[in-house]
């Protein structure tokens, strides 16, 4: 009796292995291969990308970030800042303005201030930006939203619980830059995540959807 029991336990086994397997071979197929774009906008198969709760087993396909011209509003207004010490001496020698009582000392150190706050936003921005970011598995989806100087929150769905992933195109500034926005609706807990602005929509929205229906065709089986 304990023999036969041992067999079927090995039967099972051997049998959840080969699914696991099945799916795998599937998963390969409908994820692109290894690549970056956008200034790592996105990253199909990222090698070097790790989280708190993966699992063992937990490989991850997809890294999106919002598209990098996001970004581009904040550089400037830096930019625009940075040069604003230098516009304000120019309107004031222009004025004929006398600054002797400002010494070399006192404008060195309002100098440092001023600078020392523009690269303190430049940071928190970036960081903002790099480490705000929507994970894919072959398990499930996450949404990853860093608050720099504060924390983060974490969102995250079953791979099958989605029950509908929509793309929505943002126009023709986002067509030529290749970026939009998905929704995963999904029937967990966590109900809609919003993938916003993102790089490569499209194939995006694809992966996802057929990862979950791979995930979906076998989870029964399993």
Do not use: C
């Not at 989280?51 to 490989?59: G, K, S």
């Not at 006398?98 to 440092?112: A, E, P, R, V």
């Amino acid at each position: 009796m304990m023999e036969s029991d041992n067999r079927k336990v090995n039967n099972i086994a051997e049998s959840q292995e080969q699914i696991r397997e099945l799916v795998d071979m599937e998963i390969e197929k409908v994820v692109p291969r290894k690549f970056s774009k956008w200034f790592g906008s996105i990253q199909y198969r990222p090698t070097k990308v790790r989280f708190a709760t993966q699992n063992p087993d937990e490989r991850v396909y997809l890294v999106i970030r919002m598209h990098w011209i996001r970004n581009l509003g904040w550089i400037l207004n830096h930019i625009f800042y940075s040069t604003l010490p230098f516009i304000l001496l120019t309107v004031l020698n222009l004025l004929n303005i006398n600054l002797s009582f400002l010494s070399f000392q006192n404008y060195t150190i309002i100098l440092l201030v001023f600078y020392s706050i523009i690269l303190t936003s430049v940071i928190r921005n970036f960081f903002d930006w790099y480490f705000d970011v929507y994970i894919v598995t072959n398990e499930r989806v996450l949404d990853y939203e860093f608050k720099p100087f504060v924390g983060y929150v974490l969102t995250e769905a079953p791979l099958d619980s989605i029950q509908d992933v929509e793309e929505k195109s943002l126009g023709f500034l986002a067509d030529i830059f290749d970026y939009g926005s998905i929704k995963v609706r999904t029937a967990s807990t966590a109900g809609e995540l919003a993938f916003d602005y993102i790089a490569d929509p499209v194939q995006v929205r694809d992966t996802i959807s057929d990862l979950a229906k791979i995930i979906k065709r076998y989870q029964n089986a399993d």
